[in-house]
């Protein structure tokens, strides 16, 4: 009922004036905050609700595509330092480029007046919020925005709607996926205080926190990705701090309860753990996975920190990582990384070798060829990504790197400008890899022209042979020599696929084990293989078994997802299992999902996600959508209502494997 659309084409009236990328960066902010009518909710303490539904281009795509080539990006998956503006206002950051536009040349002249300029249409918005406040009687936000976003946040009240503003405004510029960061780090000190010194009660500063949680649901419809709920609001709680102390606190355990007893798909969940973590962390984490949502997903500092410390990051930044929209591993404040700028496809290296399956005289001479097309593969994602240029965003400028002290956009660069590309299918391709291996070169049951003629014919004339490589050969996720084996060895070729590649803006390239939505877009291409995958059948989500699949269970996966040495492909991408909601029904189930957790990070896993599901549920929600309207499921690397994902995405959760004990 408050929403509209912005009834100017913003890219003619910027065309007309010549305006620069920068300019007509800003110059939509100024307007979509402008055109912004306040709204204020029923007695709520939190302000700000979007009106503007959509946001106008600035380009037409043919300009656009002149200015900026073909792979352009907005500034997006990154995690601004909420923390530091909050502290000390957008009057101050405003000062701080008056007096650095002193010194500076003209092209950073032109930043900091355009960042200049952004602070101020906030700073007016907010202003036009209060007046509203006072009109209608709410005293509490007035209040609040007499002293933020224009001045330090002093108390936790004031925090929140500090952060509310921000995190509302980097939408309004253009950047996707904005992720929340370690909230539980740089609110805690608001938090905290206020306790102590006696202004709110636990009780009242939880209230604030859960309906600081709702906001984030208040526009979430405005900001889909691939599908509804893709939206990118992720928060991290836990782990250690930049020293290395453990950094769980009071505020973390208030965020896991306020997501388990709001039941909302944001903010998105992820909690970071490691080998010390005490058991009631993890008992805190499953019984949120209990609720059914998705979340937490965990991140083990063991070997994240580890890992990205070895691909150049420093400890000090390393201890401080958080995830970006799904799970890809940055650092807040000073990561300008695209690290989902695109995806290897496993099962595609190995389809290429079973079109010549005849011609291989070993194992080994066809593993060696997998390892050639993956090359290839990589090699043309790494050109192709290298074209990239991305636009400027002065606003989320003030809360990113030194960009204010040196003068220069975010979308320049910053301390770490690497890219990401995903591992996808890895389940699939093993599983593939596997029956060529048993049945063709050991067990030679099976002859290399019957497994090609079988999967081109889509096992269609051949069922018996279908019914043997889908249930009967072992797959990874048993816990069996082989599939464990040939998966360690595929995940390290990718690894050695980038060593030594750099990206055009000075970054590298970091392997992972996330899918993302190219899991659909890869298995709606391709043909049968030879695991047993029929064709046009998506491949897994993940980091996890292939789909339709039947391991032994939940421990025999973590024993194989467990065995690479995942130090090494580190850009992020979560062991992801579903269980029956019938193991969280009593204490004892409860105790083992969070024993499991804690498992899969003493023997080293990174990152792993669970799912508490009923397929007779989702089922039903599929035929009758009206009964299930807030039936919440994990997709890829967020959460959605089930009944708005489109049908094949339902379908394939409902396909994915239910453990029970």
């Known amino acids: ?184 780090q740089f609110m805690y000190p608001y938090w905290e205080k206020d306790i102590q010194e006696g202004r709110l009660t636990e009780e009242e500063a939880f209230s604030l926190l859960e309906e600081f949680f709702t906001t984030f649901n208040r526009d979430h419809d405005l900001y889909p990705g691939v599908q509804q709920g893709d939206n990118g609001q992720s928060m991290m709680l836990g782990g250690c701090d930049r020293e290395g102390r453990p950094a769980f606190n009071s505020l973390s355990s208030a965020c896991l309860k306020a997501s388990r007893e709001l039941l909302m798909i944001d903010p998105k969940i992820n909690l970071r753990v490691d080998g010390r973590t005490p058991a009631d962390i993890y008992m805190q984490g499953t019984l949120l996975t209990k609720a059914g949502l998705g979340f937490p997903q965990y991140a083990n500092d063991d070997v994240v920190i580890d890992g990205l410390v070895k691909l150049g990051y420093s400890l000090e930044d390393a201890r401080d990582y958080t995830v970006a929209a799904c799970w890809e591993f940055i650092i807040p ?26 011609t291989y005289a070993s194992f080994d001479e066809l593993m060696a060829d997998v390892k050639i097309n993956m090359q290839k593969q990589a090699d043309s994602l790494i050109e192709e990504a290298n074209k990239t240029q991305i636009m400027p965003a002065p606003f989320i400028s003030i809360m990113m790197d030194d960009c204010i002290e040196r003068a220069a956009d975010i979308s320049e660069g910053s301390r770490y400008n690497n890219y990401g590309l995903h591992g996808v299918g890895l389940s699939t391709a093993v599983d593939a890899l596997t029956s060529i291996r048993l049945h063709i070169f050991e067990d030679k049951d099976v002859t290399a022209s019957e497994m090609k003629k079988a999967v081109q014919e889509d096992f269609a004339r051949n069922p018996e042979l279908l019914h043997l490589l889908r249930y009967e050969t ?15 060895e595929l995940l390290l070729g990718f690894v050695d696929c980038l060593k030594g590649k750099k990206n055009n803006r000075g970054g590298i390239y970091r392997p992972g084990t996330g899918s993302a939505m190219y899991y659909m877009w890869f298995g709606e291409e391709m043909e049968a293989t030879p695991g047993g995958r029929r064709r046009g059948e998506p491949l897994e989500t993940n980091y996890a078994p292939a789909l339709y699949v039947r391991n032994k269970g939940p421990l025999s996966v973590i024993q194989s997802f467990t065995k690479p040495d995942l130090e090494k492909a580190i850009n992020g991408g979560p062991l992801t299992m579903e269980f029956h909601d019938t193991v969280f029904r009593n204490e004892d189930g409860i105790r083992k999902v969070a024993s ?14 669970l799912n508490s599901v009923n397929r007779d549920i989702l089922l039903d929600a599929q035929a009758h959508p009206e009964n299930h309207q807030n039936l919440i499921v994990r997709v890829w690397g967020w959460s959605a209502y089930f009944v708005q994902l489109d049908k094949k995405y339902q379908d394939h959760v409902i396909a994915r494997q239910e453990f029970k004990w």
């Open 474 to 488: 072992p797959k990874f996720g048993d816990a069996e020599e082989i599939p464990d084996q040939i998966a360690c």
């Open 333 to 358: 404040r000073w990561g300008m990384e695209i690290p989902n700028i695109d995806a290897l496809n496993y099962p595609k290296a190995v389809e290429a070798c079973v079109e010549k399956l005849e």
């Open 1 to 184: 009922m408050y929403r509209r659309k912005l009834d100017r084409c913003l890219w003619k009236e910027f065309d007309e004036k010549g305006l620069t990328p920068i300019e007509r960066t800003t110059e939509r902010l100024k307007a979509m905050l402008k055109e912004e009518k306040p709204v204020l909710l029923p007695n709520e303490r939190i302000a700000y609700l979007r009106t503007v539904s959509e946001l106008p281009q600035i380009y037409s795509d043919s300009e656009k595509e002149r200015v900026f080539g073909k792979n352009v990006w907005g500034v997006g998956n990154v995690c601004p330092d909420y923390g530091s503006t909050i502290s000390v206002g957008l009057e101050y950051q405003r000062n701080r480029c008056m007096e650095k536009m002193k010194t500076a040349d003209e092209k950073q002249k032109l930043f900091l007046r355009c960042v200049v300029d952004s602070i101020d249409a906030v700073l007016d918005l907010a202003a036009r919020y209060r007046e509203e406040a006072r009109r209608v009687g709410n005293d509490t936000v007035a209040s609040l925005l007499e002293q933020v976003p224009a001045k330090g946040a002093r108390t936790f009240h004031e925090a929140l709607q500090f952060l509310r503003i921000l995190h509302f405004t980097l939408w309004c510029e253009g950047e996707n996926h904005n992720c929340i960061g370690r909230f539980d």
């Open 596 to 609: 499991l957790v804690q498992a899969f990070v003493q023997k080293g896993g990174h990152q792993m996600q």
